[in-house]
């Protein structure tokens, strides 16, 4: 277990040197060596979406890789793209309709939301909640998150 | 009830910006300095005697077995004063010499960082001898059954009846019939943030800190300084954002207890993050019910006799402090209380099995409740040829009948079952969508229209936990103070899990004092900082702690005119609080802002006159007098579609109408019901804790445990009726379970009548593809339902 690996990865925008134990996942790496712990751990075997991350521009599943593997990628968790207000509209409309009860999910829905909407077009309710159906959330039974995923489909795409 | 502006918006949740943003900030999030992780090791088998504990020794790793936390830790016993009969075992933070079921923690492991704790779990060697496992219920009553501890002499956990009138005869000269035996699988929460515990003992003060995923922080509090023998004030629970509970993290949880007698152990403060499989194995069950039930109807269609008899399970232990007989107790109390009828008998028998202990999960009871006596319904109108929905107006209780007694014995408020039901039949346009069920019957397509009544206890009282020595309070406290600005901060014994209760108490403190929401700050979730209270359990947050703020805000405002009543030489009775200030009551003229009074009552007290003392703050607590729980009630539909040759039923629409007295916010109200209904909807089509003989969970993952996903739940429309609670200065009743206890009934009745042609009848939850086609075969076979469908026969 004491295999180390070096890795220079871009977090955020930010370029982080580090040695990493070769085993790490990559959401333990955010979570516990940068304290980015906005993804959050649901399942830890790659079912629920809780710690999904964006890497290279697609949405992965952050407990299903390995810190290592990020080596020379793009990763973008909750933390940048708040900071960068890329989903400024999407957590308005998330906080404006109630889609989010304790918030366990959130982050991981709306990375996701985002990589629906980065699509460029409309879709159906059956198609959105088709899209989302990687993430899980227990609290809200989802109607409210497709309301809020259809508003800004609407806002960025036109009615 | 003047000033009532912010009540009854759509105010959104400040702290949803905070977790929309990723700042949230749960259990698993925080750091301490020198920091230990705890892992567990857990039996794998589900009755076994442990012969020995041995762990190979690892630098920074130490192992600690149940009889060493023994030594500094008392056992429970889930028992209960008010339930003479009830049986349970001490039960150990970890398992001294036997373990009880699959997954009880067996040994500690405490090590620098969670990976390695895991690791050196794995060499943790425990030497058993496995026993003979209770797993069945019916087969745990039987002679020879295996026992589920061999101490106690039987499997039997309590055994009661809840009763009134004659049952027998009424059934007897009932002009019909209905009975089935109903079968509710064992299922669990799945809050998605697992449980998380760190606990910090000072050994300097002997004080001990816990930061935990517990919805009620004071039972915690009371719990650990029982256990672990140390003076009440010397602990503080801390609850940080929670990532969901539904009952679940409302237990005492023997991994949770030994986290803390560790780090009293070590003089370090330690965590412990369980993972997806130590939930399963390790939070409470739930359901696992067997019921046989039987309703009569006269001639016209009115109840002449009710028959339940609920079989259910505690597991291996009864809960301590929330006793699992509850799950049963409810469903036995609550079967057909919406309905006017004189004759019911009831019995409840609870067995032990060695399966993880059960509890309190979101509805307890009620949706089993519900589900068999709208079923039953259902069938006994079909036959008699009464229109389903007619059959409900003719029974509910009526209007002048409040208050009033079932003969379980339920003390039932005043209800507005026939209003809700109206306002859902419009709702739903249930006409348009019979035709459109028969139209497409008639292709062979089998649509299902379910329409179930519901009863929600809520904001339960003293009248419970009190004569059971529980140990747990039902009553909750505010305190509101007016800050040197003018702003407002209210600290509240609440606990948020998601619900937004927090808003609702802002909303409550804005109105009482007439400020805006957003000049209201609610903070809670600390033993030390709070007034003492409850918590997040029974649907009680806005009706208990919500009056409690309302009531505090009151003695505040009153407080508040008599300073600005000295301050500007009035009487306090000519002056009143609105719009952020102080007003004449007779002209609604502005006299001064609440930021200068404060400011005046801060810092310049110096101006008042002799003998004024300021008093910005006050303390009210709030436990329900006037009734034993507030009663909300409501009706839901579902429309399904039922595919007969692969068995699967998809739910296309859901309708609520509820009525959980005045709605303080209409937005967070209806996202309860609709996150409510989807849990009724998972209970009902998908989930089930699947053990084999020997009481191994087969399903111990995310990926084999079925929960609701986006894609196969339906849209969901909500609707109210308001009638307030009396006694109550808000009128408030729960809102949180309404939803998951009328679902799951709803969807059971759709698939049935979508059935109806096939004469196949479905009664077991989770409504699997498999059950649908099992009852599809015993009732003739897929093939022929087509032919069936499209002649329109089959209709009783």
Not at chain 2, 279 to 296: N, P, Y
Not at chain 2, 525 to 541: E, F, L, M, Q, V
Request: hydrophobic share 45%.
């Amino acid at each position: 277990m004491d295999e180390f690996i070096d890795i220079t990865t871009r977090i955020n925008g930010e370029t982080v040197t580090r040695r990493v134990e070769a085993r790490q996942h990559l959401v333990d790496f955010l979570r516990l060596e940068l304290g980015l712990t906005g993804s959050h751990l649901g399942c830890e075997h790659g079912v629920c979406g809780a710690c999904t991350l964006r890497v290279d521009g697609v949405i992965v599943r952050g407990c299903l890789m390995l810190a290592a593997q990020a080596d020379g990628a793009e990763v973008w968790t909750i933390e940048g793209v708040s900071d960068s207000g890329e989903i400024a509209d999407l957590q308005e409309a998330f906080i404006d309709r109630n889609a989010l009860q304790c918030g366990y999910c959130t982050p991981g829905m709306l990375l996701t939301a985002q990589e629906m909407l980065a699509q460029g077009h409309r879709m159906s309710r059956a198609e959105i909640r088709e899209f989302l159906s990687g993430n899980y959330c227990r609290c809200t039974g989802y109607h409210a998150i497709v309301d809020a995923v259809e508003t800004v489909m609407e806002r960025r795409f036109g009615g | 009830m003047a000033d009532c502006g912010p009540i009854g918006r759509s105010a959104r949740r400040s702290k949803a910006r905070t977790l929309a943003f990723g700042r949230g900030r749960f259990a698993d999030d925080l750091r301490f300095p020198g920091l230990r992780h705890a892992a567990f090791v857990r039996s794998p088998h589900a009755h076994a005697r442990i012969l020995d504990i041995a762990a190979p020794a690892r630098p920074g790793v130490r192992v600690v077995t149940g009889r060493e936390i023994a030594g500094i830790c008392a056992p429970w016993r889930g028992t209960a004063d008010h339930l003479p009969g009830l049986v349970s075992p001490p039960q150990y933070p970890l398992a001294v010499d036997r373990a009880a079921w699959q997954g009880e923690p067996v040994a500690a492991v405490v090590a620098g960082s969670r990976a390695a704790a895991e690791d050196a779990a794995e060499d943790v060697r425990v030497d058993y001898e496995p026993l003979s496992a209770a797993v069945g219920k019916e087969r745990a009553l039987g002679r020879g059954a295996p026992p589920a501890h061999p101490d106690l002499g039987g499997n039997l956990c309590f055994e009661t009846v809840r009763a009134g009138g004659n049952a027998d005869a009424a059934l007897a000269r009932a002009a019909r019939v209905a009975a089935r035996t109903f079968t509710f699988a064992r299922q669990t929460g799945v809050p998605l943030e697992p449980r998380c515990v760190v606990a910090d003992f000072d050994p300097g003060a002997r004080r001990l800190t816990v930061y935990g995923t517990h919805q009620s922080p004071w039972q915690q509090q009371d719990s650990l300084a029982l256990l672990l023998g140390l003076p009440e004030h010397a602990v503080r629970v801390i609850v940080p954002d929670i990532g969901g509970g539904f009952g679940v993290k409302l237990h005492v949880y023997g991994d949770e207890i030994a986290v803390a007698a560790l780090a009293m152990l070590l003089g370090r403060p330690v965590k412990y993050a369980a993972d997806r499989m130590d939930s399963f194995l390790g939070d409470i069950h739930a359901r696992d019910q067997t019921v046989h039930a039987e309703i009569g109807i006269d001639a016209e269609g009115r109840l002449s006799g009710v028959r339940v008899d609920a079989l259910t399970s505690v597991g291996a232990y009864c809960a301590y402090r929330r006793p699992a007989v509850s799950e049963g107790l409810m469903t036995v109390t609550m079967a057909a209380a919406p309905y006017a009828h004189d004759d019911y008998a009831g019995r409840l028998r609870v067995v032990f099995q060695n399966k993880p202990p059960s509890g309190m999960y979101r509805g307890v009871g009620q949706p089993i409740a519900c589900a068999v006596v709208e079923q039953l319904l259902d069938w006994a109108a079909h036959a008699a040829g009464i229109d389903p929905l007619e059959i409900r107006r003719r029974n509910y209780h009526r209007a002048d009948a409040y208050p009033l007694k079932t003969p379980s014995g339920l003390a039932v408020s005043r209800l507005s079952l026939a209003a809700c039901l109206d306002r859902l039949v419009a709702m739903m346009d249930y006409d348009s969508l019979r035709r459109r069920q028969a139209a497409q019957r008639a292709d062979g397509v089998l649509l299902g229209i379910g329409v179930a009544t519901f009863i929600e206890m809520t904001a339960v009282g003293p009248v419970y936990y009190g004569p059971a020595g529980a140990r747990v309070s039902t009553q909750d406290g505010a305190t509101v103070r007016l800050e040197p600005s003018g702003v407002v901060r209210c600290v509240t014994s609440a606990i948020e899990l998601g619900q937004g209760t927090l808003t609702g108490i802002a909303q409550i403190v804005a109105a009482r004092l007439g400020v805006r929401v957003e000049d209201v700050a609610v903070e809670g979730g600390d033993t030390a900082a709070t007034p003492y209270g409850g918590g997040a359990w029974a649907s009680r947050g806005l009706t208990i702690a919500g009056e409690a703020a309302w009531r505090a805000a009151d003695a505040l405002a009153a407080n508040l005119l008599d300073l600005a009543g000295a301050v500007l030489q009035a009487e306090r009775e000519s002056l009143l609080l609105a719009a952020g200030g102080v007003c004449d009551r007779a002209t609604g003229r502005r006299r001064m802002s609440l930021a200068d009074l404060a400011g005046v009552g801060h810092f310049r007290q110096d101006s008042l006159p002799p003998g004024v003392q300021p008093e910005l703050a006050a303390t009210r607590h709030y436990v329900p007098d006037a009734a034993p729980f507030a009663l909300a009630n409501g009706v839901q539909a579902s429309l399904v579609e039922v595919d007969p040759e692969t068995g699967a039923v998809r739910p296309l629409k859901h309708w609520a109408v509820e009525d959980c007295g005045r709605i303080v916010n209409p937005l967070l109200v209806e996202e309860q019901i609709r996150g409510g209904i989807v849990q009724g909807i998972g209970g009902a089509l998908y989930e089930e804790c699947c053990h084999d003989a020997e009481g191994q969970m087969l399903n111990a993952t995310l990926a084999d445990y079925l929960v609701p996903l986006a894609a196969g739940m339906p849209d969901i429309a909500v609707g109210h009726v308001e009638t307030p609670t009396e006694g109550t200065r808000l009128g408030t009743k729960g809102a949180g379970e309404a939803g998951t206890v009328g679902a799951g009934p709803a969807v059971m009745l759709a698939v049935n009548d979508a059935l109806r042609p096939t004469r196949a009848r479905v009664d077991r939850w989770p409504i699997t593809p498999e059950t649908v086609l099992a009852a599809l075969a015993e009732a003739g076979g897929a093939r022929e339902i087509r032919g069936l469908a499209k002649t329109g026969a089959g209709v009783e």
